[in-house]
């Protein structure tokens, strides 16, 4: 089974830019999920989709970042405009609805704001 | 408001002998939880977890104990291995809300000294 992928790995951007991640999640799972780790802390959730619907959305600074998938399968996650404080590891996550051995995650995007 | 605590940012241990990892939560609503490993410019992956219903999951060299009266999780491995270096999350999530999303701790970097 291929596992979620993301890409771009790894992003410098200077701030008031703005950045765009993509994930592709395994195939057939109906949840995605887009979470934030600072260094130093644990894993935060931004959003979580059911299919191509929002489920939670309520952590999402809507002011500056946005996600959306598409067709129920890929998703991305943009930042617009970037503050120094969004430099993060930005995680994409999927999950069949049984979710007896959890999430499964993709390697990240580390994003570098200057 | 930290719903799941992990208060020892890091440990060391010998090559062998055990490592033991705490976890505490707030919220009484949890009652599935898991354990995550992480190494570096990789995403967390699963390891084991355990039902509300159960104190006691074992997995190989992988035993998670809980204490529901204390709200607290701990993690053991017997023996510890040097490829057990690694940072470990506590995830707490409610399994039988349908796919809600995990709250997890801010990891314990474990190292294991040969």
């Known amino acids: 089974e291929a596992g979620v992928a993301q890409s771009p790995r790894y992003k410098i951007i200077e701030k008031r830019q703005s950045v765009a991640f993509w994930c592709n999640p395994i195939?057939?799972?109906?949840?995605l999920y887009w979470y934030q780790q600072i260094l130093g802390q644990g894993p935060k959730l931004l959003i979580q989709f059911q299919n191509n619907g929002v489920v939670d959305d309520s952590q999402l600074p809507k002011d500056r970042f946005s996600a959306e998938r598409l067709k129920g399968v890929d998703s991305t996650l943009k930042i617009q405009p970037a503050k120094l404080e969004d430099s993060a590891v930005y995680l994409c996550?999927?999950?069949?609805?049984?979710?007896?051995?959890?999430?499964?995650f993709g390697s990240g995007t580390r994003l570098t704001v200057v | 408001d930290q719903q799941v605590k992990q208060n020892s940012p890091s440990l060391s241990v010998q090559e062998g002998r055990i490592s033991i990892l705490n976890c505490d939560y707030t919220?009484?609503?949890?009652?599935?939880f898991l354990w995550y490993k992480k190494y570096p410019a990789e995403g967390p992956t699963f390891l084991i977890s355990?039902?509300?219903?159960?104190d006691k999951n074992e997995d190989g060299r992988f035993t998670v104990f809980l204490n529901k009266s204390a709200k607290h999780l701990s993690l053991h491995i017997v023996p510890s291995q040097p490829g057990d270096s690694a940072v470990y999350f506590c995830?707490?999530?409610?399994?039988?809300?349908?796919?809600?999303?995990?709250?997890f701790g801010k990891g314990t970097r474990l190292s294991v000294i040969a």
């Open positions: 919220n009484s609503m949890f009652d599935y």
């Open positions: 995830a707490a999530t409610l399994r039988n809300s349908g796919n809600t999303p995990l709250v």
């Open positions: 996550a999927s999950s069949s609805l049984d979710r007896i051995y959890g999430y499964t």
């Open positions: 355990i039902s509300s219903i159960k």
């Open positions: 195939s057939g799972h109906a949840t």
